[in-house]
């Protein structure tokens, strides 16, 4: 049995508060080795999981299928009560099709916990300033050959709201996985930068983004943004999927 990673620890704590009940449907995509999808099924869940490699299918058996996160999934319309994907939608080629496929299968008030790396956090943006790259890719991507485990759709959190509220999501939660004691080396800059960003924002003319921005400006300068990880993002179904 694959041991849960710190990520996977802070997803199964927060399922934990959703308070589903037992026997409710989760998807696990991507699954990775299996260990969040064969926890959640311990704790009473009805867990399918998908994933390009085979690697779990030893440990969850017919729970698992093989598939491609880039294309269309292989379940019905709002088949699951939530769904999990963690630390996959940054990988991926066509990540906004999997966005429309999490809201197409989960149900009507179903729930999306997403997780993925911060590139907003005060580390990665002063080594994006440095080097021109996130400090979860810190040299250039292998280009030899295309491979599955690039970070070839690192975001940021502006980034990911805006896909996932045009999606049929709303976010109702920004959280971070772990912080890690390196991180808060960096929070003198946050002043400067709460600065600059209010001097950018004061830019935007309509009323109802102005208002948006809001909510953004004061997520951008949580805590968990500032010095998180990894985003922990809580999100549910408000509309129909767009066409």
């Known amino acids: 049995m694959p041991v849960l990673s710190v990520i996977q620890r802070a997803v199964r704590a927060r399922i934990a508060r959703l308070g589903l009940r037992p026997g409710a449907s989760v998807l696990d995509a991507p699954t990775g080795e299996g260990a969040l999808a064969e926890a959640l099924a311990q704790n ?14 030893a440990i969850l058996g017919a729970r698992f299928r ?11 319309d709002a088949r699951f009560d939530l769904v999990v994907c963690v630390e996959g939608i940054e990988h991926l080629e066509n990540p ?12 009507a008030r179903g729930t999306l916990i997403l ?6 956090s005060l580390r990665s943006r002063v080594r994006f300033l440095g080097s021109g790259f996130y ?3 810190k040299t250039p991507l292998d280009e030899s050959a295309r491979q599955p485990l690039h970070h070839i759709g690192l975001r940021t959190f502006v980034e990911w709201r805006y896909m996932l509220h045009t999606s049929g999501f709303r976010i109702g ?11 808060y080396l960096y929070g003198p800059w946050a002043a400067w930068m709460w600065l600059y960003t209010a001097i950018a924002f004061r830019k935007e003319k309509n009323a109802g983004q102005r208002a948006r921005n809001l909510q953004i400006r004061r997520a951008l300068y949580s805590r968990a943004l500032l010095f998180g990880e990894n985003l922990l993002l809580v999100a549910s179904v ?3 999927p767009p066409l």
Do not use: F
Request: a negative charge; proline letters at 8%.
């Open 173 to 183: 939660e920004v959280g971070a996985t772990h912080i890690k004691p390196v991180s």
């Open 66 to 76: 093989l598939a491609d996160l880039n294309q269309p999934l292989p379940y019905p």
């Open 44 to 57: 009473g869940y009805e867990v399918h999981a998908l994933d390009m490699d085979r690697g779990a299918e």
């Open 238 to 240: 408000i509309e129909a």
């Open 96 to 107: 906004w099709g999997l966005l429309c496929e999490l809201r197409r299968v989960l149900a």
């Open 135 to 137: 400090h979860t890719d």
């Open 115 to 120: 997780t993925t790396p911060n590139t907003t």
